[in-house]
T-cell receptor, first 113, second 113 residues
Framework: KQEVTQIPAALSVPEGENLVLNCSFT??????LQWFRQDPGKGLTSLLL?????REQTSGRLNASLDKSSGRSTLYIAASQPGDSATYLC????????????FGAGTQVVVTP | SAVISQKPSRDICQRGTSLTIQCQVD?????MFWYRQQPGQSLTLIAT?????????ESGFVIDKFPISRPNLTFSTLTVSNMSPEDSSIYLC??????????FGPGTRLTVT
Protein backbone atom coordinates (compact mmCIF):
# COMPACT_ATOMS: atom_id res chain seq x y z
CA LYS A 1 0.00 0.00 0.00
CA GLN A 2 1.32 3.42 -0.97
CA GLU A 3 2.19 5.68 1.94
CA VAL A 4 3.04 9.35 1.57
CA THR A 5 4.97 11.26 4.21
CA GLN A 6 5.70 14.96 4.45
CA ILE A 7 8.45 16.45 6.55
CA PRO A 8 8.46 18.78 8.36
CA ALA A 9 4.90 18.96 9.62
CA ALA A 10 5.29 22.67 10.25
CA LEU A 11 7.72 25.35 9.18
CA SER A 12 8.12 29.01 10.07
CA VAL A 13 10.47 31.29 8.13
CA PRO A 14 11.05 35.02 7.83
CA GLU A 15 9.97 36.71 4.65
CA GLY A 16 12.52 36.40 1.85
CA GLU A 17 13.90 33.04 2.83
CA ASN A 18 13.62 30.07 0.49
CA LEU A 19 11.27 27.26 1.50
CA VAL A 20 12.10 23.58 1.08
CA LEU A 21 9.26 21.10 1.56
CA ASN A 22 9.80 17.36 1.40
CA CYS A 23 7.53 14.54 0.29
CA SER A 24 8.38 10.83 0.30
CA PHE A 25 6.44 7.85 -0.99
CA THR A 26 6.94 4.15 -0.45
CA UNK A 27 5.99 2.72 -3.85
CA UNK A 28 8.08 4.16 -6.70
CA UNK A 29 5.63 2.91 -9.36
CA UNK A 30 3.78 6.23 -9.58
CA UNK A 31 2.15 7.84 -12.62
CA UNK A 32 2.77 11.35 -11.36
CA LEU A 33 2.99 13.48 -8.25
CA GLN A 34 1.03 16.62 -7.56
CA TRP A 35 1.62 19.47 -5.13
CA PHE A 36 -1.29 21.43 -3.70
CA ARG A 37 -1.78 24.43 -1.50
CA GLN A 38 -4.60 24.67 1.03
CA ASP A 39 -5.58 27.80 2.92
CA PRO A 40 -7.37 27.31 6.27
CA GLY A 41 -10.89 25.94 5.84
CA LYS A 42 -10.64 26.10 2.06
CA GLY A 43 -10.27 23.78 -0.91
CA LEU A 44 -7.05 22.73 -2.62
CA THR A 45 -5.23 24.71 -5.27
CA SER A 46 -3.07 22.73 -7.68
CA LEU A 47 0.48 24.09 -7.79
CA LEU A 48 2.49 21.67 -9.88
CA LEU A 49 2.04 18.28 -11.49
CA UNK A 50 5.14 16.21 -12.25
CA UNK A 51 4.75 13.25 -14.57
CA UNK A 52 6.70 10.10 -13.74
CA UNK A 53 9.00 10.70 -16.73
CA UNK A 54 9.95 14.19 -15.56
CA ARG A 55 12.64 15.22 -13.09
CA GLU A 56 11.26 18.65 -12.28
CA GLN A 57 8.61 21.25 -12.98
CA THR A 58 8.72 24.99 -12.53
CA SER A 59 6.07 27.66 -12.19
CA GLY A 60 7.17 31.15 -11.22
CA ARG A 61 8.83 30.99 -7.81
CA LEU A 62 7.92 27.32 -7.42
CA ASN A 63 10.08 24.41 -8.44
CA ALA A 64 9.31 20.77 -7.75
CA SER A 65 11.71 17.89 -8.27
CA LEU A 66 10.96 14.19 -8.48
CA ASP A 67 13.29 11.28 -7.81
CA LYS A 68 11.26 8.11 -8.30
CA SER A 69 14.09 5.75 -7.47
CA SER A 70 14.49 7.20 -4.01
CA GLY A 71 10.76 7.87 -3.56
CA ARG A 72 11.13 11.59 -3.01
CA SER A 73 9.85 14.91 -4.24
CA THR A 74 10.87 18.36 -3.06
CA LEU A 75 8.98 21.61 -3.47
CA TYR A 76 11.12 24.76 -3.45
CA ILE A 77 9.54 28.17 -3.00
CA ALA A 78 11.96 30.99 -3.69
CA ALA A 79 11.94 34.31 -1.84
CA SER A 80 8.98 33.48 0.39
CA GLN A 81 6.24 36.02 1.06
CA PRO A 82 3.61 36.24 3.83
CA GLY A 83 1.03 35.26 1.19
CA ASP A 84 2.78 31.88 0.89
CA SER A 85 1.53 30.98 4.36
CA ALA A 86 -0.65 27.90 3.92
CA THR A 87 -0.58 24.12 4.18
CA TYR A 88 1.19 22.36 1.33
CA LEU A 89 0.14 18.84 0.39
CA CYS A 90 1.70 16.33 -1.96
CA UNK A 91 -0.29 13.47 -3.47
CA UNK A 92 0.20 10.50 -5.75
CA UNK A 93 -2.43 8.45 -7.58
CA UNK A 94 -2.99 4.99 -6.16
CA UNK A 95 -2.50 2.09 -8.53
CA UNK A 96 -5.66 0.25 -7.48
CA UNK A 97 -8.22 3.02 -8.01
CA UNK A 98 -8.00 5.45 -10.91
CA UNK A 99 -8.47 9.02 -9.74
CA UNK A 100 -7.87 8.23 -6.10
CA UNK A 101 -5.06 10.30 -4.64
CA UNK A 102 -3.01 9.26 -1.65
CA PHE A 103 -2.17 12.43 0.27
CA GLY A 104 0.56 13.27 2.69
CA ALA A 105 -0.42 14.91 5.96
CA GLY A 106 0.87 18.25 4.74
CA THR A 107 3.41 20.85 5.82
CA GLN A 108 1.99 23.95 7.49
CA VAL A 109 4.02 26.97 6.45
CA VAL A 110 4.09 30.36 8.16
CA VAL A 111 6.04 33.19 6.56
CA THR A 112 6.54 36.08 8.97
CA PRO A 113 6.92 39.66 7.71
CA SER B 1 -7.74 23.08 -16.28
CA ALA B 2 -11.14 22.95 -14.62
CA VAL B 3 -13.12 25.37 -12.51
CA ILE B 4 -15.29 23.77 -9.85
CA SER B 5 -17.96 25.39 -7.71
CA GLN B 6 -19.68 23.93 -4.68
CA LYS B 7 -22.82 24.81 -2.77
CA PRO B 8 -23.21 25.47 0.07
CA SER B 9 -19.81 26.78 1.11
CA ARG B 10 -20.60 26.02 4.72
CA ASP B 11 -23.48 24.87 6.88
CA ILE B 12 -24.32 24.10 10.47
CA CYS B 13 -26.74 21.19 10.80
CA GLN B 14 -28.45 19.34 13.60
CA ARG B 15 -27.80 15.72 14.43
CA GLY B 16 -30.06 13.33 12.53
CA THR B 17 -30.69 15.59 9.54
CA SER B 18 -29.29 15.35 6.00
CA LEU B 19 -27.42 17.80 3.80
CA THR B 20 -26.99 17.71 0.04
CA ILE B 21 -23.86 19.27 -1.42
CA GLN B 22 -23.77 20.33 -5.04
CA CYS B 23 -20.74 20.32 -7.33
CA GLN B 24 -20.65 22.04 -10.71
CA VAL B 25 -17.75 21.83 -13.19
CA ASP B 26 -17.17 24.20 -16.11
CA UNK B 27 -16.39 21.37 -18.53
CA UNK B 28 -17.62 17.85 -19.21
CA UNK B 29 -15.78 15.17 -17.27
CA UNK B 30 -16.20 11.44 -17.12
CA UNK B 31 -15.50 11.01 -13.45
CA MET B 32 -16.05 13.20 -10.43
CA PHE B 33 -14.62 12.43 -7.02
CA TRP B 34 -15.86 13.24 -3.53
CA TYR B 35 -13.34 13.62 -0.72
CA ARG B 36 -13.68 14.26 2.98
CA GLN B 37 -11.23 16.12 5.19
CA GLN B 38 -11.85 15.70 8.88
CA PRO B 39 -10.49 18.36 11.26
CA GLY B 40 -6.71 18.29 11.34
CA GLN B 41 -6.55 15.39 8.91
CA SER B 42 -5.62 14.94 5.29
CA LEU B 43 -8.07 14.07 2.53
CA THR B 44 -9.83 10.73 2.16
CA LEU B 45 -11.70 9.61 -0.94
CA ILE B 46 -15.37 8.83 -0.29
CA ALA B 47 -16.48 7.73 -3.75
CA THR B 48 -16.09 8.10 -7.49
CA UNK B 49 -19.15 9.27 -9.42
CA UNK B 50 -19.63 8.21 -13.04
CA UNK B 51 -22.35 9.62 -15.22
CA UNK B 52 -25.04 7.05 -15.89
CA UNK B 53 -23.94 4.45 -13.37
CA UNK B 54 -23.78 3.83 -9.66
CA UNK B 55 -21.03 5.53 -7.72
CA UNK B 56 -18.10 3.44 -6.53
CA UNK B 57 -17.50 3.75 -2.78
CA GLU B 58 -14.23 3.37 -0.93
CA SER B 59 -13.83 1.07 2.01
CA GLY B 60 -15.58 2.49 5.05
CA PHE B 61 -18.12 4.52 3.09
CA VAL B 62 -21.60 3.26 2.14
CA ILE B 63 -24.31 4.44 -0.20
CA ASP B 64 -26.97 4.68 2.51
CA LYS B 65 -24.87 7.20 4.40
CA PHE B 66 -23.44 9.08 1.40
CA PRO B 67 -25.80 8.78 -1.58
CA ILE B 68 -24.42 10.37 -4.74
CA SER B 69 -26.14 11.51 -7.90
CA ARG B 70 -24.49 12.20 -11.26
CA PRO B 71 -27.23 13.31 -13.66
CA ASN B 72 -24.88 14.72 -16.33
CA LEU B 73 -21.23 15.27 -17.19
CA THR B 74 -20.87 18.59 -15.35
CA PHE B 75 -22.81 18.09 -12.12
CA SER B 76 -22.91 15.85 -9.07
CA THR B 77 -24.41 15.87 -5.60
CA LEU B 78 -23.29 14.23 -2.38
CA THR B 79 -25.76 13.79 0.46
CA VAL B 80 -24.59 13.30 4.02
CA SER B 81 -27.45 11.42 5.69
CA ASN B 82 -28.51 11.05 9.29
CA MET B 83 -25.65 13.25 10.40
CA SER B 84 -23.73 12.95 13.63
CA PRO B 85 -20.99 15.24 15.03
CA GLU B 86 -18.41 12.82 13.57
CA ASP B 87 -19.52 13.94 10.09
CA SER B 88 -18.22 17.44 10.75
CA SER B 89 -15.66 17.87 7.99
CA ILE B 90 -14.82 19.69 4.81
CA TYR B 91 -16.31 17.89 1.80
CA LEU B 92 -14.56 18.46 -1.50
CA CYS B 93 -15.48 17.69 -5.07
CA UNK B 94 -12.67 16.90 -7.51
CA UNK B 95 -12.11 16.16 -11.19
CA UNK B 96 -9.17 15.05 -13.27
CA UNK B 97 -8.31 16.53 -16.65
CA UNK B 98 -6.82 14.83 -19.70
CA UNK B 99 -3.29 15.53 -18.51
CA UNK B 100 -4.08 13.70 -15.24
CA UNK B 101 -3.97 16.90 -13.23
CA UNK B 102 -6.52 16.87 -10.44
CA UNK B 103 -8.57 19.91 -9.46
CA PHE B 104 -10.62 20.54 -6.36
CA GLY B 105 -13.60 22.67 -5.54
CA PRO B 106 -13.56 25.25 -2.73
CA GLY B 107 -15.10 22.74 -0.33
CA THR B 108 -18.18 22.64 1.86
CA ARG B 109 -17.48 23.11 5.55
CA LEU B 110 -20.02 21.11 7.53
CA THR B 111 -20.53 21.39 11.27
CA VAL B 112 -22.96 19.00 12.94
CA THR B 113 -24.26 19.96 16.37
Amino acid sequence: KQEVTQIPAALSVPEGENLVLNCSFTDSAIYNLQWFRQDPGKGLTSLLLIQSSQREQTSGRLNASLDKSSGRSTLYIAASQPGDSATYLCAVPTLDSWGKLQFGAGTQVVVTP
Amino acid sequence: SAVISQKPSRDICQRGTSLTIQCQVDSQVTMMFWYRQQPGQSLTLIATANQGSEATYESGFVIDKFPISRPNLTFSTLTVSNMSPEDSSIYLCSVRDREDEQYFGPGTRLTVT
